[in-house]
């Protein structure tokens, strides 16, 4: 794994130069590109165990369909499913190659074959059981076609991809509202923080392979998202809200990077609120979760650190490994448990953080 996690670094993502009006991942406040070498992975042999446990747990346990969703009501959920497909492609497992390339496959297929009619491009699972807020589905589903476009080396496949894809966002780009975000349905209507990070992360990652996204999309989200910025650092729900909170907050500063925004007083001021959280040190940490959305939270405020630069990876990383470790260090099975949503969902989250220092999935690719 070492030596292929060396090839990551020297190799550029599928292309990485297309993302032509978006800046550069850059250390926020100085302007400078963060060295590799600088950056430590921490991954020691408990934590990859935990990961191969945890990918073999998601593969084994794949529904016959090819989605996930361990759980009744998140069965064949997109936004599942594309998270468990991530976590895999996080651990080099790919269409045809690795392990668990079938299974990726077999989510591909089913997340294609999702595509809804009305409006076309729409991605979401209209038998599922879980049926609210369906623009999570369609920018999760989105992200994981964008990041396995350029892995997929069936033609007839990517052919078909790419018209998704163009779909997709079409999709997002129309049901910006206003503000500048988007809400549950795939329509100009009221905003929120959470969803928005879901459709900008999801542009952001196919701009990056060379799909064509206005740029004044990307600049009415980051306007979008400071007027959710709160006096104390931290990110709302809504716009003009108070009261931040750690999850919303990750989710905020991930936005701007996604949107372009590297540096600036409210990505630092961002990024300082959330070390207030840093996994271990916060003192109501019994009670976080599952009530504070703990996954979804941790998915993003790994990727803020990542991004942010060695000295914030360095910091928080060892410390969310810890505490990840620690959740099923007890547990024979290797999963990771979240009883508001499913565990398929948690140990998906919990292997994407993890294998971030791996460098294989496009969007966090240095």
């Not at 496959?105 to 809804?116: C, P």
């Not at 997929?152 to 790419?162: G, K, N, S, W």
């Not at 500063?253 to 996604?258: D, F, I, P, W």
Request: hydrophobic share 40%.
């Amino acid at each position: 794994m070492t030596s292929r996690r060396r090839f990551m670094f020297r190799s550029a993502s599928v292309g990485a130069g297309l993302a032509a009006s978006l800046s550069i991942r850059a250390n926020p406040g100085d302007g400078t590109l963060p060295q590799p070498v600088d950056y430590v992975d921490h991954l020691n042999p408990e934590s990859i165990k935990a990961i191969d446990r945890g990918l073999a747990y998601l593969a084994n346990s794949q529904n016959r369909d090819g989605s996930f969703g361990d759980t009744a009501l998140f069965r064949g959920n997109l936004a599942v499913t594309s998270l468990a497909g991530l976590a895999l492609m996080a651990g080099g497992h790919l269409p045809g190659r690795g392990a668990y390339g079938n299974a990726v496959s077999r989510a591909l297929q089913f997340v294609l074959s999702k595509e809804q009619k009305s409006p076309p491009g729409f991605l979401n699972n209209s038998d599922g059981t879980y049926r609210q807020g369906p623009m999570y589905s369609h920018g999760f589903a989105t992200l994981f076609l964008a990041e396995i476009f350029g892995m997929v080396q069936d033609a007839a496949i990517q052919d078909r991809l790419r018209g998704t894809i163009e779909r997709a966002i079409r999709v997002i780009v129309n049901s910006q509202n206003s503000e500048g975000g988007w809400r549950y349905e795939p329509m100009k209507m009221h905003a929120d923080s959470s969803v928005t990070i879901c459709q900008i992360m999801a542009l952001r990652s196919a701009r990056n392979i060379g799909f064509f996204v206005p740029k004044e999309v990307a600049d009415r989200c980051v306007k979008y998202v400071r007027s959710c910025q709160t006096a104390d650092g931290g990110y709302t729900y809504f716009s003009g809200q108070g009261g931040a909170a750690f999850p919303r907050s990750a989710a905020g500063v991930v936005a701007l990077y996604c949107a372009g925004v590297y540096s600036g007083p409210e990505v630092d001021r961002g990024l300082r609120y959330l070390m207030r959280f840093k996994p271990g040190t916060f003192a109501g940490r019994a009670g976080f979760m599952p009530d504070q959305h703990y996954y979804y939270g941790q998915y993003y405020a790994a990727q803020a650190m990542w991004t942010a630069g060695p000295k914030y990876w360095n910091d928080w990383f060892p410390a969310i490994r810890d505490e990840l470790l620690r959740f099923v260090r007890s547990r024979p099975d290797g999963i990771w448990a979240d009883p508001t949503v499913c565990s398929h969902y948690a140990t998906a989250m919990a292997c994407i953080i993890l294998q971030i220092p791996n460098n294989y999935l496009p969007i966090l690719q240095k």
